[in-house]
């Protein structure tokens, strides 16, 4: 019983600590990022993970790494360069 106690203690902290990390843009484009950190944060807990510095830190990584490809599609901070050309902010 004590560690699913603890396993709880570990996500909620873990949560905790990842979500304001989450950036609005991100929370807005994909409905189900909350699901998609959950499960991230879930997949490190039964692999045996016990920090949930790490744990946030491995999940917002994971949540990058998925949401990469379409983020070069819809990103909002293009902005015109020099000559009319377009670059990234």
């Known amino acids: 019983m ?7 203690e570990l996500y909620q902290l873990a949560y905790k600590l990842s979500w304001p990390h989450v950036s609005e843009f ?3 484009a994909d ?3 909350a699901l998609r950190l959950h499960d991230s944060i879930s997949r490190r807990l ?3 993970a016990t920090e949930p510095v ?5 999940a917002l990584k994971d949540l990058e790494l998925n949401g ?3 983020s070069d599609k819809t990103s909002p901070t293009r902005i015109a360069g020099p ?3 377009l670059r990234r902010a």
């Open 31 to 33: 409905p189900n990022i």
């Open 54 to 58: 790490l744990i946030a830190s491995e």
């Open 2 to 8: 004590a560690g699913i106690a603890r396993n709880i």
């Open 26 to 28: 991100q929370k807005n």
């Open 83 to 85: 000559n009319g050309r």
């Open 46 to 48: 039964k692999q045996g």
């Open 68 to 70: 990469q490809a379409d």
